[in-house]
């Protein structure tokens, strides 16, 4: 007998470079790689009683058509938007079109890191914002929206 239950779909979305992590300055990132995430995030899904669909991109636009399409499709977002936290517009209002939870994520504590990476065009829209935390933050944004999204406080 097949399994009819649909889950609640979580969309992570990753920016510029994600695509290099584990050979991309480990001493600043970690040696996980992107696929390791993702597939983390998938396991835990399944115990949380969500989907979840990954999509990266260096492309800022592709990144914006992407946050779009999830427009009245997904129950939340968590987004890690790398490079384009400090810089883009574009992608701060895709996200104000969604009516869902958002968390922001980044690996690295970006308040450690250079003035210029203290800026982020997400943060204000976003419902929770994890930095610092490597891979688990990933894995606790998930966990937080799994709370959002059934109501548990």
Same mark, same amino acid.
């Given at each position: 007998?097949?399994?009819?239950?649909?889950?609640?779909?979580?969309?992570?979305?990753?920016?510029?470079?994600?695509?290099?992590?584990?050979?991309?300055?480990?001493?600043?990132?970690?040696?996980?790689?992107?696929?390791?995430?993702?597939?983390?995030?998938?396991?835990?899904?399944?115990?949380?009683? *969500?989907?979840?669909?990954?999509?990266?991109?260096? #492309?800022?636009?592709? !990144?914006?058509?992407?946050?779009?399409?999830?427009?009245?499709?997904?129950?939340?977002?968590?987004?890690?938007?790398?490079?384009?936290? #400090?810089?883009?517009?574009?992608?701060?209002?895709? !996200? *104000?079109?969604? +009516?869902?939870?958002?968390?922001?994520?980044? *690996?690295?504590?970006?308040?450690?890191?250079?003035?210029?990476?203290? #800026?982020?065009?997400?943060?204000?829209?976003?419902?929770?914002?994890?930095?610092?935390?490597?891979?688990?933050?990933?894995?606790?944004? *998930?966990?937080?929206?799994?709370?959002?999204?059934?109501?548990? +406080?």
């Amino acid at each position: 007998m097949a399994n009819d239950v649909t889950f609640p779909k979580v969309l992570v979305v990753n920016g510029p470079n994600l695509n290099m992590l584990g050979t991309r300055e480990p001493e600043v990132y970690g040696s996980t790689m992107l696929a390791d995430i993702d597939a983390e995030l998938c396991a835990l899904a399944e115990d949380l009683a *969500l989907s979840v669909e990954t999509f990266q991109s260096n #492309h800022e636009g592709a !990144l914006v058509e992407r946050i779009q399409q999830a427009m009245g499709t997904v129950a939340g977002v968590i987004i890690n938007p790398a490079a384009y936290t #400090h810089t883009s517009v574009a992608i701060r209002d895709a !996200l *104000l079109l969604l +009516s869902c939870p958002i968390i922001e994520v980044h *690996l690295s504590n970006i308040f450690k890191r250079e003035p210029f990476r203290h #800026h982020s065009y997400v943060s204000d829209v976003a419902t929770a914002v994890m930095t610092g935390l490597g891979k688990e933050g990933y894995l606790l944004a *998930l966990r937080a929206l799994a709370r959002m999204i059934y109501g548990v +406080s």
